[in-house]
Antibody, heavy 123, light 109 residues
Framework: QVHLVESGGDLVKPGGSLTLSCAVS????????LTWIRQAPGRGLEWVSY????????YYADSVKGRFTMSRDNARASLSLHMNNLRVEDTATYYC????????????????WGQGTLVTVSS | FILTQPLSVSESPGKTVTLSCTRS????????VQWYQQRPGSSPTTVIY?????PSGVPDRFSGSIDRSANSASLTISGLKTEDEAAYFC?????????FGGGTKLTVL
């Protein structure tokens, strides 16, 4: 059974940094792309970043580009999101989600999601 | 581009409801639309991908379609059950960017 478990969420001051992790099990890690998706309290979903199965291709939403860095350690089957220069508007539950292949194609979708980890940015 | 969904919809058990997702900026047919269900306190799950396909385990009460003339996608749920009460988000993709609609809160009462 596929499991994704996020961790690392915390209360941080504006301008601070935080690293989120996503531990996965139940599938061959390198065969699937992964994404981070966030949800501000009481709000909708927002895609944050994407990484291919190999880790060679990474995309970011404009709202986080230059501040967030997504990476994966294929040897340890782990996913990370390093967040710098955090803003109040980054406050959200952050989900990691698995795709349907090693690289996104038009038929792809997010098959499995973690339970999320809450990041609160406040002074 | 932007995907616009109505904020809320209500319908009675046993009825059929259709949720809309209208694309502004580009054609709704330029890439597939997915639909995600998020029950209160839970993570999202996929109910529709590739505009109209259902992942295994999703009942055939859920169906998806697109309307090129209206530049929109629709999620139709027939035989509504109280367990269908949830937020529903549409999602599409364009040039290395995934865009969610704002979501529709479906109330079944």
């Amino acid at each position: 059974q596929v499991h994704l478990v996020e961790s690392g969420g915390d209360l941080v001051k504006p301008g601070g940094s935080l690293t989120l992790s996503c531990a996965v099990s139940g599938f061959t890690f390198t065969e699937y792309y992964l994404t981070w998706i966030r949800q501000a309290p009481g709000r909708g979903l927002e895609w944050v970043s994407y990484i291919s199965g190999s880790g060679n291709t990474i995309y970011y939403a404009d709202s986080v580009k230059g501040r967030f860095t997504m990476s994966r350690d294929n040897a340890r089957a782990s996913l990370s999101l390093h967040m710098n220069n955090l803003r109040v508007e980054d406050t959200a539950t952050y989900y990691c989600a698995r795709g349907t292949s090693s690289y996104f194609d038009s038929s792809g979708y997010f098959t499995d999601w973690g339970q999320g980890t809450l990041v609160t940015v406040s002074s | 581009f932007i995907l616009t969904q109505p904020l809320s919809v209500s319908e009675s058990p046993g009825k059929t409801v259709t949720l809309s997702c209208t694309r502004s900026g580009g054609s709704i047919a330029s890439d597939y639309v997915q639909w995600y269900q998020q029950r209160p306190g839970s993570s999202p799950t996929t109910v529709i991908y590739e505009d109209h396909k259902r992942p295994s385990g999703v009942p055939d009460r859920f169906s998806g379609s697109i309307d090129r003339s209206a530049n929109s996608a629709s999620l139709t749920i027939s035989g509504l059950k109280t367990e269908d009460e949830a937020a529903y988000f549409c999602l599409s993709y364009d040039r290395h960017n995934w865009v969610f609609g704002g979501g529709t809160k479906l109330t079944v009462l």
